[in-house]
């Protein structure tokens, strides 16, 4: 099985001393027996079978990999990163450390906007905290998988629930699969088929026809009756890819991400200024 | 293993606009030039050229200088963990989005001063920004580098990631330092394109139709670090486009509309119901105490005579000056519809398909509300800005307004004074009073400032509307009208129009 790349390498998040652009698939060497990679703008993640190893811009952070566990399953941004660890707890890398978020299983608090600011987590582990003393027993929330992006973070826990902010979304119907953010919207995938959307739609990436936002998940209607199987988001974009083979796509146009055609298309790209021997 | 060509070194590139305009002039005496085309650019004199490309090189440098600096100093940080170093920047920067008509109900109207304004002694509010942690990885991407090929990549990467961060949530809400950072990026990258020219040139390899690419190309990226980017004094990305229009201009296949050689008529009619009272150059104080104290609108005459721009103004002469710049357009009836958008077209193609040769039944495209003024400064030099305008505690904030005949601009008010100078046809304006509010607005505003009557539709759908008094009139070329703050007012063009419009509090 062989590893190629392609791309932005101007941190040398791809080849240590390649040039800084790699525009054709370029096999990758030097790691061995890669089983997963994360991919942000200026860095790469990559899991091997001797532990996991970042390439490209570190933002002084040096010692992230030595602390995380071969058995943690990633979730990765530009700016954060956050994981669940062996005991199924949420922990997510800040100031130089992994920091364990605390969750609540009741809506006590009624649920904020949807990224978690540092105050907000800090809130709520005092309040844990402190309700862990009183009761001395916290019935742990055991997640399977958080989802990050640089101003969210949404984790699913085992029965299929999602949290953000340190309270539960304001969602009651069937257990979620999978879910993606995008820079201003989430969506999120039942295990039904049923793709829910929500966040700002300033730019239609709801699909629900208009452009406002919404506050908590909701279906997306013109899916309704087809049965989705898996789901993708990029930064202000949706794709869904139903059981027999479509792909459905909505959300903004403008660099032709929706596989329509777009101005940005006329406009002349970097690569124009190259020529490359492959 | 695909790798790049290895580079030349950079050199000093204080030359370049000199030697590819000489080279570019040369080549296109020497080929046959493409039929149909306009002539800009071919009868320039050497002396000309020589006299722009040392502007054009002196404004290079200043904003290299500016890079350089910049630069110096974030790499000086990425060794911190501070996370706010505040900087004193000499402009004043309110956020607006690039065209501001949705902007209206959203942030009251701020926008962004211009940035070279002779006629403005020195207006520069200290503006303390902030490095936030989330623009440290940026500092990576700013290496200046020998490798001209690899600064091309890194320069590139840096406007893609500072893009998809003034994408990111409200226009208004951006923070400026990315803004600049967009608008530095952009000087990068033209700054790399020249360069690359300058070497196509010298090498002989490519065609004048690819020189002619790439002096579009330039134009296309000075325009979007200045429609991103922040205002910054001194911007070389200005002296670069306007050097490079007329060139850039000849990459597209146009074909010339005599008609556009001719005077603009009135074609569509109106009638006036109840005029307007006029005054003839009143007295400054005068207009404060009668005019703008009481917040009485009036037609003024005589305000302009002197503008170089009554007579220089014709769509020709806007694409000699300006036909490879990108501009943004208001695509659909009026802002206030479902169908209403904002497209980006350079201005030979906006020019050509929507107020010269419109198709029948295509939606109408309006380059309204558009500091095109700030982008063209040469524009600036036609015009002087009356003096009426700085009776106000701030200066005043100039907007194009450039369109075909049938724009339509709701029935809206602003909370600005305001002087709309008709430069060129004709055009319908109707006011109603502030006191009239009740009889304009529907019961559930979208917009609080605009009202979706139609204010010439039929009288049956807005009974209210009917028991409004109001004064009409036509501006005609040369003409003006001061409109009070907060004063309803809808406009209607008759003919191809282009006006200028003064705001100021």
Redesign the interface.
Known sequence: MALVACG?N??GQITPA???????P??VRDKKDVCEVHIA??HILWKTNAGWQITG?R??DYSLEEEMAQGWKISMS??RMAAINDDGAVVLREKGQWRKLFFQRDTAMDSRNLGPSVQQVEDQDRIAESESNVHHTTSQIKFSSVFVE?NSLIALDEDGKMYSSGVPLPYGGSRISVVEVG??HCMALTTDGVVLTWG?GMRGQLGNGELCQIDRPEPVESLQGITISSIASG??HCVALSTSGDAYMWGWNESGQLGFPA?ADQ??S?L??????? | ?????KPANIDNNRDAEGEILQKLAESTKTEEPVVGKNRAGETTTQATLQERAKRGRESEARGERGLIKRTREEEAHTDE?DEAKPLVLSSSGHASSPTGRRSREENGFKDDEGTTDRTRPGASNSYPSHFT??M??VA??CGISLRR??A???A??LLD?TW?KL???HWQDVPITWRLVFTWGSIAVVHI?LA?LQLSLSGGANTTQAHF?SAA?IV?ACDRGLLMGAPVGDNPLHKVASLFNSHARLSATMADLPAEALPVAQQDKATVHFPLPSGRCPPLDRFLLNYMNKSVPVKLLGIVDHWPALKMWRIPYLRELAGARTVPVEVGARYTDSTWSQ??LTLDEYLTRYVSQPAAGAPTGYLAQHQLLDQIPELRDDLLVPDYCHLGEEEPRLHAWLGPRGTVSPLHHDPDHNILVQVLGYKYIRLYAEDQSPLCIPPRPLLSNTSQAEIEGPQADWPLLQQAQYHDLILAPGESLYIPPRYWHYVRSLSTSFSVSFWWR
């Not at chain 1, 390649?18 to 054709?24: A, E, I, S, V």
Request: glycine share 6%.
């Open positions: 932005l101007a941190n390649g040039p800084p652009l790699l525009c054709c370029t096999p703008c200026s811009y933002n002084l530009e700016m640089d820079k201003e700002s930064g202000w101005k406009e002349a970097i124009g200024t190259f020529s490359h021997r492959c | 293993m695909c790798s790049l060509p963990e942690e989330d440290l990885p990576k991407f090929r690899e091309a990549v890194s590139n990467a990631y998809q994408n990111t949530g394109l690359d690419s190309e296309r497209t980006l």
